[in-house]
């Protein structure tokens, strides 16, 4: 048996030295990554309409494949993220995230042939799949215990705000299409000719920022004293939060590092402690997407078209849901450090659970308009205060130093591959069942997806990474 860890307190003095603006903005600058990570994701949403008939896609299986073959890139970066970071560190993945962002909308703006936009897709998907791993990663690394809740849900908050200016950019790029419009009159309009392309190339501008935000902030300190370069972890914590910071952070890190015997990574995830924690963050990542509330942004389209809403009325309220959003990914901002992980989520995924089973019951009554669009909000908020941010903070904490990269990388891969089922097998889950019956669907998984919370998730509130390794005792013997 190890001997047990001395840890300090999470309201160790040391945390009184934290220099908070820096750390702020640090972690936005890593945050930047969501932004994209959220405007590629949503921006077909808008476009769908348009790039469908210009490519004369009519089938349920083509149209399930434009949305979804994103997620085969998604894949690729998430599974080659744990290793690439590993290696090169965290920073410099974030800068190659940056520029496949920037070539990707490029490229996928300029398609001249379906095969082309799909080839695009993937590519962006890839950079999608890289900072969605990196981008938490890296802020719960650079972060206090006091803050990192608040802090790695900046990354969410940067996710909602992507989706937000996608909506928002859709709108505004897309001219009217008059009411009982053909598939002929939409695919020779500006829209359907150069709109949907403008939709996809304007996320070069972010892409951008983001590249020069990732040149700016420093490398992780744990990964850099993960590599023996301890001068260096100790130079960037003291930037983060002064002297007596940096020395008890990595104090606490080398602690947690002696103690612990340094085996292969595929011992480390096959161990008894450490099979439960990676099980618990592949759940929670298959719930956040198979709850079913991506559908409600990638298909919006359809969603408020059954409500029965026009086209120019549908832009508006995707622009609605994307506002809503931003709004309850806030309360979450302010409410995850003071409530915990566990209390949001386990809300959260209870209230979903609720509004789909009367969601799904409105639309078998073929109830439309405004009752349909007030519950897709309330879905929205819901999700926005739980399921989004505390999934991304859970999976970020409860893997100890040594391994976090490869885990992450395992919770991540599933992520996405959850989310390329879910958007691929809606058209056809949904001609199936109709809108009544696939909601109550997502309402039975979200039932599913509480009692495992309620029995197997711990509450990481104001713990450290190094106090979360202790506590969950993984590797020991």
Same mark, same amino acid.
């Given at each position: 048996m190890i001997a047990p860890i001395s840890i300090s307190s999470p309201s160790a003095e040391s945390d009184r030295y934290v220099r908070t603006s820096y750390l702020w903005m640090?972690?936005?600058?890593?945050?930047?990554?969501?932004?994209?990570?959220?405007?590629?994701?949503?921006?077909?949403?808008?476009?769908?309409?348009?790039?469908e008939r210009f490519f004369h896609l009519d089938s349920p299986s083509v149209e399930g494949w434009a949305m979804s073959c994103a997620l085969i890139g998604c894949l690729f970066g998430a599974i080659a993220s744990g290793g690439l970071s590993n290696r090169f560190g965290r920073k410099r993945l974030?800068?190659?995230?940056?520029?496949?962002?920037?070539?990707?909308?490029?490229g996928t703006g300029m398609a001249g042939r379906f095969e082309a936009f799909v080839v695009w897709r993937i590519l962006g998907g890839c950079a999608i799949g890289l900072a969605s791993g990196i981008s938490p990663m890296y802020i719960a690394e650079i972060s206090p215990a006091s803050l990192r809740g608040?802090?790695?849900? *900046?990354?969410? &908050?940067?996710?909602?705000? !992507?989706?937000?200016? #996608?909506?928002? @950019?859709?709108?505004?790029?897309?001219?009217?299409?008059?009411?009982?419009?053909?598939?002929?009159?939409?695919?020779?309009?500006?829209?359907?000719?150069?709109?949907?392309?403008?939709?996809?190339?304007?996320?070069?501008?972010?892409?951008?920022?983001f590249l020069i935000a990732t040149l700016l902030v420093p490398e992780s300190p744990r990964w850099l004293a993960a590599?023996?370069?301890?001068?260096?972890? *100790?130079?960037? &914590?003291?930037?983060?939060? !002064?002297?007596?910071? #940096?020395?008890? @952070?990595?104090?606490?890190?080398?602690?947690?590092?002696?103690?612990?015997?340094?085996?292969?990574?595929?011992?480390?995830?096959?161990?008894?402690?450490?099979?439960?924690?990676?099980v618990l963050a592949v759940v929670l990542a298959v719930l956040q997407q198979w709850c079913g509330i991506n559908v409600i942004f990638n298909y919006a389209q359809e969603i408020f078209a059954a409500a029965g809403y026009q086209v120019s009325d549908i832009l508006f309220n995707i622009v609605v849901t994307g506002a809503v959003n931003v709004v309850f990914t806030l309360i979450a901002l302010a409410a995850i450090d003071r409530y915990g992980r566990r209390f949001l989520l386990l809300t959260g995924v209870s209230g979903l659970a609720i509004i789909y089973t009367v969601l799904g019951a409105l639309y078998h009554m073929h109830l439309q308009g405004k009752p349909m669009l007030i519950l897709v909000l309330a879905a929205i908020a819901c999700y926005a205060m739980s399921l989004a941010p505390a999934t991304w903070v859970v999976i970020s904490e409860i893997f100890p130093n040594r391994i976090r990269s490869g885990a992450m990388s395992i919770a991540i891969t599933a992520l996405w591959t959850a989310c390329f089922l879910l958007t691929y097998t809606f058209p056809v889950l949904n001609a199936r069942l109709g809108p009544a019956g696939t909601f109550w669907t997502y309402a039975v998984i979200c039932l599913a997806g509480l009692v495992f919370l309620f029995f197997r998730l711990p509450e990481t509130r104001g713990k450290t990474l190094e106090q979360i390794e202790a506590i969950l005792r993984i590797g020991r013997a």
């Open positions: 640090a972690a936005s600058a890593g945050a930047l990554g969501g932004l994209l990570f959220g405007y590629d994701w949503v921006v077909i949403g808008g476009a769908k309409p348009f790039y974030l800068t190659l995230a940056a520029l496949i962002f920037a070539l990707s909308s490029l608040r802090l790695v849900s *900046l990354n969410q &908050l940067a996710i909602v705000f !992507g989706i937000l200016l #996608a909506q928002v @950019v859709n709108w505004l790029i897309a001219r009217p299409v008059p009411p009982g419009a053909t598939a002929h009159e939409i695919l020779v309009s500006w829209n359907g000719q150069w709109g949907w392309r403008w939709m996809f190339a304007v996320t070069a501008i972010p892409s951008a920022l590599k023996g370069r301890q001068q260096q972890a *100790l130079q960037v &914590l003291k930037g983060l939060g !002064g002297r007596i910071y #940096a020395e008890q @952070v990595l104090k606490d890190f080398n602690t947690t590092s002696m103690t612990q015997p340094q085996r292969p990574l595929l011992d480390e995830l096959t161990s008894p402690g450490m099979a439960k924690v990676l």
